[in-house]
């Protein structure tokens, strides 16, 4: 019962989010075009890149950690433009469902960054490093987060220890002059790949 009522949270809070992108600046907040890579396959789980064959600087130790998860994240960067009339690098927030390998969501991730599962386990992740996606700048870079679970809540996320965004496809920003204070969100897919400590 409290794991379906927590599904139930998680999925209006989807949902709340998702009107609130495309209900408050509807033509500010639209998708941004540019980003129609998000459909290619190579963006899903399908092509998680191994852990060995990433940069070393967003390689997780893993003699000390194994994967716990690896799902694909599916949705938007969301982006205010400056006071310059310009987007910045880094987006304000992502807004995105987590889908395991047989294509049931299972979670959401959204700002802080935050991932949460249906279980009722959540992580908060911080930044460690980041590198350029080698599929070229239209793409959100790949990052390497230390991981912070919710406490009292076991699950899938509640052991997390390092988060991988790798695999990316769209979410950079837009390069298009902006009135500030607007906000656009650019779709992007990418593999979260989760850690917990052996």
């Known amino acids: 019962m ?7 949270l998680v999925t209006t809070a989807a949902l709340a989010g998702s009107l609130l992108l495309t209900g408050v600046n509807s033509a500010a907040a639209a998708p941004d075009s ?3 890579a998000t459909a290619d396959a190579r963006g899903g789980i ?11 600087l967003i390689q997780v130790d893993d003699k000390a950690n194994k994967i716990v998860a ?4 599916v949705g938007a960067q969301v982006y ?3 006071a310059d009339g310009k987007f910045p690098a880094a987006p304000r927030e992502p807004v995105a469902t987590l889908q395991n390998p047989r294509g ?12 949460a599962a249906f279980d009722g386990s959540k992580v908060v992740g911080k ?6 996606s080698p599929a070229g700048p239209s793409n959100v870079t790949w990052v390497k987060l230390s991981g912070a679970p919710e406490p009292g809540a076991p699950g899938l996320f509640g052991k997390v220890t390092f988060i991988q965004r790798i695999d990316t496809r769209g979410g950079s920003a837009p390069s298009t002059p902006c009135t500030p204070g607007s906000t656009r969100a650019v779709d992007y897919s990418t593999n979260y790949v989760f850690w917990a400590a052996k």
């Open 127 to 132: 930044s460690i490093e980041s590198v350029a």
């Open 34 to 36: 540019s980003a129609t």
């Open 46 to 56: 399908g092509g998680a890149t191994p852990n060995a064959k990433l940069p070393l």
């Open 70 to 73: 690896t799902l694909r994240g």
């Open 2 to 8: 409290k794991r379906r009522h927590f599904a139930g």
């Open 80 to 82: 205010t433009c400056g």
């Open 104 to 115: 049931s969501t299972v979670g959401i991730h959204g700002k802080g960054p935050f991932w």
